[in-house]
């Protein structure tokens, strides 16, 4: 169970008749699974495991960090209800206090066209760039060349492209929704902002690229949030424990202290 949109019309997806119905129920966050306990019966709840999505982290190099930045990125579809507006509202904000400021948005969608024109009426064409689709071993590539990831959208679950920016370093910005919190800690990893704000997710992204030394401070806390508790290997030998007990008869617990 992943979310957003299955949360929005709870019934009719039957969430509630799919968890009853379950041997074991996988959730991809604490936020996930509270969702699934809004609808299903209390006996049901220790049948709700948590196993995360995750990334392998020997695939991502660290970004290193010594300079003042320049370089954003946005990775994921091309529609208003990923941010989009608002970081490119945010991006005229801070183009007076840096006028090389470069966002390179990776991906296509419904809105792709709308988004451009937005770009052109803000006066950003020198500062944007819409790359298109690309492959995961072409989004790791920019991966290494930026200097901030940011995510400021308004419906996730938890985003699989925030865990690759930090499995290679780059501190990220995003926004105070569902399950986000549970990856990012803000002030920590990186920083995590209302949705919808543009002033602050300005603000944000200022302070990161001004100071390397807590971009690099930040690469490094996220590095290691993603080996302990966002690592595909790690998730995928839980999620294989948490089938084989129910396959048994047995409960696992829903998510080991630590992880």
Same mark, same amino acid.
């Given at each position: ?8 019309e709870?019934?009719r ?5 799919k968890?009853k119905?379950?041997?074991?129920v996988i ?5 996930c =699974?509270?969702q699934? @306990?809004?609808f299903?019966?209390?006996?049901t709840w220790? =049948?709700?495991?948590?196993?995360h999505?995750?990334?392998d ?7 290193s960090?010594?300079?003042?930045g320049k370089q954003?990125?946005?990775v994921?579809?091309? /529609?208003?209800?990923?941010?989009l ?7 005229? @904000?801070?183009k007076?206090s ?11 969608g419904?809105?792709r066209?709308?988004?451009e024109? @937005?770009? /052109?009426?803000?006066?950003l ?9 690309k492959s ?9 060349e ?13 985003? &699989?492209?925030?865990?690759e920016?930090m /499995? ?8 105070q ?10 002030? &920590? ?5 209302p949705?919808g704000?543009?002033?602050?997710l300005a ?14 401070q ?13 690592n595909?290997?790690h998730?995928?030998a =839980?999620?294989?424990?948490? @089938?084989i ?15």
């Amino acid at each position: 169970m992943h979310g957003p949109y299955i949360f929005f019309e709870p019934y009719r997806w039957r969430i509630d008749e799919k968890i009853k119905r379950s041997l074991f129920v996988i959730c991809i966050s604490h936020f996930c =699974r509270s969702q699934g @306990m809004l609808f299903a019966p209390t006996d049901t709840w220790n =049948r709700l495991h948590i196993v995360h999505c995750g990334v392998d982290p020997a695939l991502f190099n660290l970004v290193s960090h010594n300079q003042p930045g320049k370089q954003l990125l946005y990775v994921g579809r091309l /529609a208003a209800a990923k941010g989009l507006p608002v970081l490119l509202e945010s991006l005229a @904000m801070l183009k007076s206090s840096h006028p090389e400021i470069i966002l390179t948005v990776v991906g296509d969608g419904e809105d792709r066209a709308e988004l451009e024109q @937005m770009t /052109a009426r803000l006066e950003l064409n020198n500062n944007v760039k819409f790359v298109g689709y690309k492959s995961q071993a072409e989004v790791r590539e920019y991966m290494q060349e930026t200097d901030v990831f940011v995510l400021p959208s308004f419906a996730e679950g938890v985003p &699989v492209s925030l865990m690759e920016a930090m /499995a290679a370093g780059v501190p990220v910005v995003t926004t105070q929704i569902a399950g986000v919190s549970e990856l990012v800690e803000n002030g &920590v990893s990186g920083y995590i902002v209302p949705a919808g704000d543009s002033t602050t997710l300005a603000e944000r992204i200022k302070t990161l690229l001004t100071e390397p030394q807590l971009r690099s401070q930040f690469g490094t806390a996220g590095r290691e949030k993603i080996e302990k508790e966002f690592n595909l290997n790690h998730e995928v030998a =839980r999620f294989y424990r948490v @089938m084989i007990a129910a396959l048994d008869g047995k409960i696992e617990s829903i998510r080991p202290e630590g992880f």
